[in-house]
């Protein structure tokens, strides 16, 4: 059974830190991508970041850009957020997605499996 854990939710002050975690379990391989998406009451649902394996170009949303940082660690199949600069629009669950597969890395969330997710809360 393939599962995807968060971790590290949690809510802070506008200008703060949060760090979110992320475990893999159940796949045969490492997946080749790995993501963050997050859903907002009333907002649009946001892909936040992706990495493929070779984390050499990640993708971010604009509205993260300089400010989140995804990262991954293969052999552990996990995959971090870094959150830096948080300002109450930040605020959403935060979910963990997976895919295996070939090719590059998709925006769409529909091709990943999610995670439960995680709330993030910031606070002005």
């Known amino acids: 059974q393939i599962d995807l854990v968060e971790s590290g939710g949690g809510s802070v002050q506008a200008g703060g830190s949060l760090a979110l975690s992320c475990t893999a379990s159940?796949?045969?391989?490492?997946?080749?991508?790995m993501a963050w998406f997050r859903q907002a009451p009333g907002k649009a649902p946001e892909m936040v970041a992706i990495?493929?394996?070779?984390?050499?170009?990640?993708y971010y949303a604009d509205s993260v850009k300089g400010r989140f940082t995804i990262s991954r660690d293969n052999v552990k199949v996990m995959v971090y957020l870094q959150m830096r600069m948080l300002t109450p629009d930040d605020s959403a669950v935060y979910y963990c997605?997976?895919?295996?597969?070939?090719?590059?890395?998709?925006?769409?969330?529909?091709?990943?499996?999610w995670g439960q997710g995680t709330q993030v809360t910031v606070s002005s």
């Open positions: 997605l997976a895919r295996l597969g070939d090719g590059d890395c998709p925006i769409s969330p529909s091709q990943y499996i």
């Open positions: 990495m493929d394996t070779a984390g050499v170009k990640p």
């Open positions: 159940g796949y045969m391989r490492t997946p080749d991508c």
